[in-house]
C-alpha cells in the first residue's frame, strides 16, 4: 500500500490511514454529539456577545421549527444564506440541515444580476438576509423569472441584543449609510422566525448521509459559477480528515479558540472552522469584517486565540497592519493557510512575527475543500501543499490520463469519500471534471516528490506559453513578492507578436518610489529571460474575490479587451481592396 501511497511515509506520528466516513449519520448528528460533551462551552463569538453550544442548540431547534412548522418546506428544499460572519449564521446553517433542507450558501456581495443567477439556478425556496444587503436582494428578486418564496431578515445586531444591539442596527442604518432603503414584501424578521418557531415541536426528519447538505457554488472566477453538491458524508468524511489531522497539533477538545475571518459562506472556514473546529468543541470567534484591517488586528487583541486560518493576503495584509507584530501569540498553536498558493516571503514574515509555521494546504469546493495539508508540526514553510489526507488518494496525470511516476509535472487529481456528488443540475460539466475511473480532476498543475509531498506548479489556464516554452504566473509572482517595495503582485500573458504571448506583471507598491526599471533589474538578477516581465503596471489594488484571492482572469479579459479593441481600430484603417 505504502507503494501506490508513499506520502503514508510522511504523515504526521498518531494520523491514520483511514478514516470512518459513516461515523456519524448527518451533520445534525455530529452537532448533536458536540452539544452533549460541551452543552456549557462558549460556541461562537462576535460583537462581545458569546452563544454557548446549548444555547446554539436551542436556537437552532427554533430555527428549524420554524422552517417545517410554520413555513411548511420539504426535505431537500433550498434555502440560501446571504451574510457575512455573524451568530445568525451559524444558527441558520445548522437550523437548515436539521430541518432536512439544503444550505445555499452566498457571498452577499454579490451583483443583483449575480444573485439572481444562483437564486434561479439553486430554485431557492428561502433566501435569509443581511439588512446590508437586502436592498441587493430586493432588486434580485425584482429580476427573477422563478420566484423565491419566503425571506428572512436580519440586523447584525440582532442576536448581540440589548442596548448594543440596538445601537449597532441604528448606526449602520443611519450613521454609516451601511444598510440602504429596501422593502420585501412579506420578510420576516429573524428574531421573530426564532419566537414562532419556539412554540412548536421539530418535526423527525429522516436525514440520509447521502443526501445534499450544501449546494456550494464554485467556478464564478472561470465561468458561470456551478452548485456543487456536497453531501452530508462528504462533509463528514471531511471533518474527520481534518480532524484526525488537527489532533497531533496538541488540541485540546473544549478548550481551543479559532479565528474564524474569511466568512462561513466560503467552503475552507464552512469546514475547518464551522465543522472541525466544532466537533472539538471550540469557540468560533467570528469577525464581521477582516477587510477593515486596523480595525481586525483590535479584534485579536480581545481574545487569546490558539489557532488561525486564512489566504494569502489576509495574512500578507495583517503583517502590514500596524500594530499586528504587538499581538500576544504566546497561545497560538497553529496557522492554517489554503484557498490560494501561500507565498514564500509572505510565510517567513509570518512566522517572524507570530513564532508559529504559516502551514499551506490545499483543496476545492468540490473536495469539501480538503485533500493536502502539511504536517502541522513543520518547522519551516517547504513549498508544498502537503500530503493528502486520510481515506484519499492523489495522482499527476499527463494529456492522455497516463499517472506519472515521482517529480513528473502533469493534471493533479483525487479520489476519497470528500469528493462531491457532481455539479446540480449540470451532468456534462461534472463529467469534464469527473473521469469514468472516479478521479476528481483539478485543473492544477502538480509534481509529487519521492516522500509523497505535492508541490502546484499553477494552474492549467494560467500558464503562459511564451515562445514554446511554460511560465507558471505563480513562480513570477514569488519573485516579485519578495522584493521590499512590493505588495502584492499578479502575472498575467499578454499576446506577443514575436514570442505568442509575453508576461505582464500587476503591482501594488508597499514603497510609493518602487518604479518599473527597479522590477526590470530585480527580475534580470532572479529570472530567465523568456519569464521576465515585459509589461509592467501599477495600481492601488488588484481585482479580488471576497475572500481575497486575485482574480487573474479579471485582469485577462482587461488585455483580451484591449487587444480586441486593437484589432478593430487596425481593421477600421486598413485599405479597402
Not at 67 to 80: F, I, P, Y
Not at 315 to 328: A, S, V
Not at 469 to 492: H, K, Q, R, S, W
Amino acid at each position: 500500500m505504502n507503494l501506490d501511497r508513499p506520502w503514508l511515509r510522511s504523515y504526521p506520528q498518531g494520523v491514520p490511514a483511514e478514516i470512518d466516513p459513516d461515523h456519524y449519520r448527518s451533520i445534525p448528528d455530529a452537532f448533536a454529539t458536540a452539544v452533549g460533551k460541551y452543552r456549557n462551552n462558549p460556541a461562537y463569538s462576535n460583537f462581545g456577545r458569546t452563544l454557548t453550544y446549548g444555547e446554539t442548540d436551542t436556537l437552532t431547534e427554533q430555527f428549524a421549527s420554524y422552517l417545517l412548522n410554520v413555513l411548511k418546506l420539504k426535505k431537500g428544499d433550498r434555502v440560501a444564506i446571504m451574510m457575512p460572519n455573524c451568530l445568525q449564521y451559524p444558527i441558520a446553517i445548522f437550523g437548515t440541515l436539521r430541518a432536512g433542507l439544503s444550505v445555499v450558501n452566498v457571498n452577499p456581495l454579490y451583483t443583483a444580476y449575480e444573485l439572481k443567477h444562483q437564486l434561479e439556478d439553486a430554485g431557492a425556496a428561502l433566501v435569509i438576509v443581511v439588512d446590508n444587503f437586502g436592498a441587493t436582494l430586493q432588486k434580485a428578486l425584482e429580476e427573477m423569472d422563478t420566484p423565491v418564496k419566503h425571506v428572512i431578515t436580519t440586523g447584525l445586531g440582532d442576536l448581540v441584543g440589548g442596548l448594543k444591539g440596538g445601537v449597532m442596527n441604528f448606526a449602520l442604518k443611519y450613521l454609516t449609510g451601511m444598510v440602504p432603503d429596501y422593502t420585501i414584501h412579506g420578510a420576516v424578521r429573524f428574531k421573530h422566525a426564532l419566537a414562532l418557531g419556539k412554540a412548536r415541536p421539530v418535526p423527525q426528519v429522516d436525514i440520509k448521509s447521502g443526501d445534499i447538505a450544501f449546494l456550494q457554488y464554485t467556478g464564478g472566477t472561470t465561468g458561470v459559477a456551478k452548485g456543487a453538491m456536497l453531501t452530508h458524508r462528504n462533509l463528514l468524511a471531511n471533518m474527520s480528515q481534518a480532524s484526525a489531522w488537527v489532533k497531533g497539533a496538541g488540541i485540546e477538545p473544549g478548550k481551543e479558540i479559532i479565528v474564524t475571518a474569511l466568512p462561513l459562506y466560503h467552503i475552507f472556514a464552512l469546514t475547518a472552522n464551522g465543522l472541525v473546529f466544532m466537533e472539538q468543541g471550540a469557540l468560533n470567534y467570528l469577525v464581521t469584517n477582516p477587510r477593515d484591517m486596523r480595525g481586525f488586528v483590535k479584534e485579536l487583541n480581545k481574545v487569546r486565540f490558539t489557532a488561525f486560518t486564512g489566504v494569502n493576503t489576509l495574512f500578507n495584509g495583517l503583517l502590514n497592519t500596524p500594530g499586528f507584530d504587538k499581538i500576544d501569540f504566546s497561545s497560538l498553536k497553529f496557522t492554517l493557510g489554503g484557498g490560494m498558493a501561500v507565498q514564500r516571503t509572505v510565510a517567513e514574515r509570518w512566522k517572524q512575527v507570530t513564532g508559529i509555521t504559516l502551514v499551506e494546504a490545499y483543496g476545492l469546493t468540490e473536495t469539501s475543500p480538503a485533500a493536502c495539508i502539511n504536517p502541522l508540526d513543520l518547522k519551516e514553510f517547504n513549498g508544498s501543499i502537503g500530503l493528502p489526507i486520510p481515506s484519499t488518494s492523489a495522482c499527476v496525470q499527463d494529456d492522455d490520463h497516463n499517472v506519472l511516476s515521482v517529480g513528473g509535472t502533469g493534471e493533479l487529481c483525487f479520489k476519497g469519500p470528500q469528493v462531491m456528488k457532481g455539479y446540480w443540475q449540470r451532468p456534462e460539466e461534472t463529467a469534464k471534471v469527473i473521469d469514468a475511473n472516479g478521479w476528481l480532476h483539478t485543473g492544477d498543475i502538480a509534481r509529487m516528490d519521492e516522500n509523497g509531498f505535492f508541490y502546484i506548479v499553477d494552474r492549467k489556464k494560467d500558464m503562459i506559453l511564451v515562445s514554446g516554452f511554460n511560465v507558471y504566473p505563480n513562480e513570477i509572482e514569488d519573485v516579485l513578492a519578495a522584493m521590499p517595495g512590493v505588495l502584492e503582485v499578479a502575472a498575467v500573458g499578454v499576446p506577443d507578436e514575436k514570442s505568442g504571448e509575453t508576461v505582464k506583471v500587476v503591482i501594488v507598491r508597499k514603497d510609493p518610489k518602487l518604479t518599473a526599471h527597479d522590477i526590470k533589474i530585480y527580475s534580470r538578477q532572479h529570472l530567465t529571460g523568456y519569464k521576465r516581465p515585459h509589461y509592467i503596471e501599477f495600481r492601488d489594488e488588484l481585482p479580488k474575490t471576497n475572500v481575497g484571492k486575485i482574480l487573474r482572469r479579471a485582469l485577462r479579459e482587461e488585455e483580451d479587451a484591449k487587444a480586441s479593441e486593437n484589432d478593430a481600430r487596425q481593421n477600421e484603417s486598413a485599405p479597402a481592396h
